[in-house]
Protein backbone atom coordinates (compact mmCIF):
# COMPACT_ATOMS: atom_id res chain seq x y z
CA UNK A 1 0.00 0.00 0.00
CA UNK A 2 0.73 3.52 -0.52
CA UNK A 3 -0.31 6.86 1.48
CA UNK A 4 -0.64 9.94 -0.09
CA UNK A 5 -0.58 13.63 1.47
CA UNK A 6 -1.20 16.16 -1.02
CA UNK A 7 -0.07 20.33 0.30
CA UNK A 8 0.23 23.60 -2.18
CA UNK A 9 -3.38 24.32 -2.26
CA UNK A 10 -4.53 27.84 -2.07
CA UNK A 11 -6.82 31.57 -3.14
CA UNK A 12 -4.81 32.81 -5.87
CA UNK A 13 -6.38 35.28 -8.43
CA UNK A 14 -6.66 34.63 -12.07
CA UNK A 15 -3.20 34.50 -13.70
CA UNK A 16 -1.70 33.05 -10.98
CA UNK A 17 0.17 29.94 -10.27
CA UNK A 18 0.11 27.17 -7.51
CA UNK A 19 2.02 24.61 -7.30
CA UNK A 20 0.50 21.30 -5.45
CA UNK A 21 2.72 18.47 -3.94
CA UNK A 22 1.97 14.58 -3.61
CA UNK A 23 4.34 13.19 -0.29
CA UNK A 24 3.83 9.44 -0.73
CA UNK A 25 4.79 6.64 1.94
CA UNK A 26 4.57 3.30 2.16
CA UNK A 27 5.73 0.94 -0.71
CA UNK A 28 8.27 1.95 -3.15
CA UNK A 29 6.61 5.40 -4.56
CA UNK A 30 8.78 4.61 -8.38
CA UNK A 31 6.64 1.53 -8.80
CA UNK A 32 3.17 3.52 -9.08
CA UNK A 33 2.07 5.48 -12.22
CA UNK A 34 0.90 8.88 -10.48
CA UNK A 35 -2.07 11.21 -11.29
CA UNK A 36 -3.95 14.30 -10.43
CA UNK A 37 -7.83 14.71 -10.84
CA UNK A 38 -9.54 17.69 -9.61
CA UNK A 39 -13.19 17.88 -8.66
CA UNK A 40 -15.30 21.12 -8.80
CA UNK A 41 -18.38 21.57 -6.66
CA UNK A 42 -21.52 20.11 -7.83
CA UNK A 43 -19.67 18.05 -10.68
CA UNK A 44 -17.85 14.95 -11.01
CA UNK A 45 -14.48 13.77 -10.46
CA UNK A 46 -12.01 14.49 -13.20
CA UNK A 47 -8.47 13.46 -14.68
CA UNK A 48 -6.13 16.27 -14.37
CA UNK A 49 -2.76 14.59 -15.33
CA UNK A 50 -0.50 11.31 -15.09
CA UNK A 51 2.86 10.36 -15.02
CA UNK A 52 4.30 7.30 -15.81
CA UNK A 53 6.79 5.77 -13.27
CA UNK A 54 9.85 7.03 -14.54
CA UNK A 55 8.62 10.47 -15.03
CA UNK A 56 8.94 10.10 -19.03
CA UNK A 57 6.15 10.47 -20.20
CA UNK A 58 2.82 12.44 -18.96
CA UNK A 59 -0.65 12.92 -20.55
CA UNK A 60 -2.69 15.81 -19.71
CA UNK A 61 -6.69 16.49 -20.18
CA UNK A 62 -7.29 19.30 -22.83
CA UNK A 63 -8.73 21.72 -20.38
CA UNK A 64 -5.20 22.30 -18.58
CA UNK A 65 -2.66 21.64 -21.64
CA UNK A 66 -0.18 24.02 -21.87
CA UNK A 67 -0.79 25.57 -18.54
CA UNK A 68 -0.23 22.61 -16.16
CA UNK A 69 3.02 20.31 -15.94
CA UNK A 70 3.34 17.54 -13.30
CA UNK A 71 6.34 15.84 -12.60
CA UNK A 72 7.78 13.67 -10.00
CA UNK A 73 11.12 13.11 -8.27
CA UNK A 74 11.27 9.62 -7.06
CA UNK A 75 14.23 9.99 -5.11
CA UNK A 76 11.98 12.38 -2.69
CA UNK A 77 8.48 10.30 -3.41
CA UNK A 78 6.91 13.37 -4.25
CA UNK A 79 4.68 14.11 -7.10
CA UNK A 80 4.18 18.28 -8.24
CA UNK A 81 1.39 19.64 -10.06
CA UNK A 82 2.71 23.23 -11.53
CA UNK A 83 -0.38 24.99 -12.16
CA UNK A 84 0.56 28.56 -14.34
CA UNK A 85 -2.37 31.01 -15.79
CA UNK A 86 -5.15 29.47 -13.44
CA UNK A 87 -9.04 30.39 -14.42
CA UNK A 88 -11.47 30.58 -12.26
CA UNK A 89 -12.80 27.42 -13.65
CA UNK A 90 -9.68 25.81 -12.21
CA UNK A 91 -11.04 25.77 -8.85
CA UNK A 92 -11.72 22.04 -7.32
CA UNK A 93 -10.10 19.73 -5.20
CA UNK A 94 -7.32 18.34 -6.30
CA UNK A 95 -6.35 14.53 -5.38
CA UNK A 96 -3.30 12.71 -6.04
CA UNK A 97 -4.07 9.20 -6.57
CA UNK A 98 -1.22 5.63 -7.63
CA UNK A 99 -1.94 3.21 -9.81
CA UNK A 100 -0.60 -0.27 -9.73
CA UNK A 101 -1.89 -0.52 -13.49
CA UNK A 102 -2.17 2.55 -15.97
CA UNK A 103 -5.39 3.35 -15.72
CA UNK A 104 -6.69 2.04 -12.30
CA UNK A 105 -5.98 4.37 -9.25
CA UNK A 106 -6.07 2.46 -6.39
CA UNK A 107 -4.84 5.02 -3.62
CA UNK A 108 -6.48 8.66 -3.54
CA UNK A 109 -5.21 11.25 -1.02
CA UNK A 110 -6.87 13.45 1.06
CA UNK A 111 -7.36 16.33 -1.50
CA UNK A 112 -6.40 20.19 -0.91
CA UNK A 113 -8.43 23.02 -2.10
CA UNK A 114 -7.60 25.41 -4.44
CA UNK A 115 -9.67 28.45 -5.00
CA UNK A 116 -8.99 30.80 -8.05
CA UNK A 117 -11.04 34.39 -7.75
CA UNK A 118 -11.41 36.38 -10.75
Known amino acids: QVQLVESGGGLVQAGGSLRLSCAASGRTFSSYVMGWFRQAPGKEREFVAA????????YYADAVKGRFTISRDNAKNTMYLQMNSLKPEDTAVYYCAAAESVGVYDYWGQGTQVTVSS
Open 51 to 58: IRRNGRST
